[in-house]
C-alpha cells in the first residue's frame, strides 16, 4: 500500500515538474501572445528598425559627398537639370545608403518578432541564415556597382560614337544605379534559397544536375525580366553571375550536405 502511494506521489510530482518546465519554456519563448501583444510588439520593432534607418541616413548624410563621389565614379560629371534635383537626390541617396547601413538592424528585429513563434532547431537555423543572407545581399551589390555596373556604362556611354556626348543628369543616373544594382542583391541569395531547400529534402545534387538546362534557358528570361535596360549585353551582366551561383549551390549541396 505505501508503495502504491509512493509510486503515484512519483507519478503526480512527475506531472508537477512537466507543467513547471511547459510553464518555463512559455515564458522564455514568449508564448501565447494576445493579438494586441503581437501588434505591440510588431509597432516597437517597427520603430526600433526606423529609427536605426534614420541614424544610418543620418551618417550617411554627414559623409555625403564621399557617397556621392564613389557613387559618380563609373559615370565621371553629373549635372542637373531642375533646381532642386541635385538637393533630393542627395536626400534620396542618404536614405537609400541609411537603409543599407541599417540592414542587419532591420533583419535583427524582423528575426527577434518571430522568435517566439519558433522551436529552438528553427532559431539555430534562423541565426545562420539571417546573417548569410545580409551578408550575400552586399556581396550582389558589391559585385554588380565595382565589376558589373562600370562595364554597363561603359558601354552605354560609348555606344553613340564622338557625335554623341553625354549629359547625365544626377536624379536620372541614381534611378539607373538602384535599378541595376538591387536585382544582384536578390540574385546572390540563389545559393542559400538552394542549400535551404536542400536541407529540408526537397532538392537534391541529382534534381539540380537534371534541371541544368532549365536554369541556363531561365537564368536569360530572368535577366530579360530584370534588366533595367532592353540590351543584350546587360541581361548577360544577369544571367550570368546567376548560372555560377546556381553551379556553386549544385557543388555544396552535393559535396558538402552529401544530398
Known amino acids: 500500500m505505501a508503495d502504491e502511494r509512493t509510486g503515484t506521489e512519483i507519478t503526480n510530482q512527475a506531472e508537477v515538474d512537466a507543467d513547471a518546465a511547459e510553464t518555463t519554456v512559455t515564458e522564455v519563448t514568449g508564448g501565447n501572445m494576445s493579438l494586441i501583444a503581437h501588434l505591440e510588439e510588431l509597432r516597437r520593432r517597427i520603430i526600433w528598425a526606423l529609427a536605426a534607418i534614420a541614424v544610418g541616413s543620418g551618417i550617411c548624410w554627414y559623409f555625403i559627398d564621399e557617397i556621392m563621389h564613389y ?3 563609373p559615370a565621371g560629371k553629373l549635372y542637373y537639370m531642375q533646381p532642386g534635383e541635385a538637393f ?3 536626400i534620396k541617396i542618404a536614405i537609400f545608403a541609411g537603409f543599407l547601413l541599417a540592414l542587419p538592424v532591420v533583419f535583427y528585429e524582423i528575426w527577434r518578432f518571430a522568435l517566439p513563434a519558433l522551436t529552438i532547431r528553427e532559431r ?6 539571417v546573417p548569410s543572407s545580409v ?3 552586399f556581396a550582389g551589390l558589391t559585385f554588380s556597382f565595382f565589376l558589373v555596373m562600370p562595364a554597363a556604362i561603359g558601354f552605354f556611354m560609348n555606344f553613340g560614337g564622338v557625335d554623341i556626348q553625354p549629359l547625365l543628369s544626377i536624379d536620372k543616373y541614381f534611378d539607373f544605379v538602384i535599378a541595376f544594382i538591387l536585382p544582384f542583391g536578390a540574385i546572390f541569395e540563389v545559393p542559400l534559397v538552394i542549400v535551404i531547400l536542400a536541407k529540408m529534402g526537397l532538392v537534391t545534387s541529382k534534381f539540380l544536375q537534371r534541371k541544368q538546362r532549365v536554369v541556363i534557358f531561365m537564368s536569360f528570361v530572368v535577366g530579360a525580366i530584370i534588366s533595367p535596360t532592353p540590351d543584350v549585353f546587360t541581361q548577360s551582366m544577369i544571367a550570368v553571375p546567376l548560372l555560377f551561383l546556381y553551379e556553386a549551390a549544385y557543388l555544396i549541396v552535393r559535396f558538402i550536405l552529401r544530398k
Open 124 to 129: 539555430t537555423v534562423l541565426a545562420l541564415v
Open 135 to 137: 551578408l550575400l545581399f
Open 71 to 73: 557613387i559618380a565614379l
Open 88 to 90: 533630393f537626390t542627395y
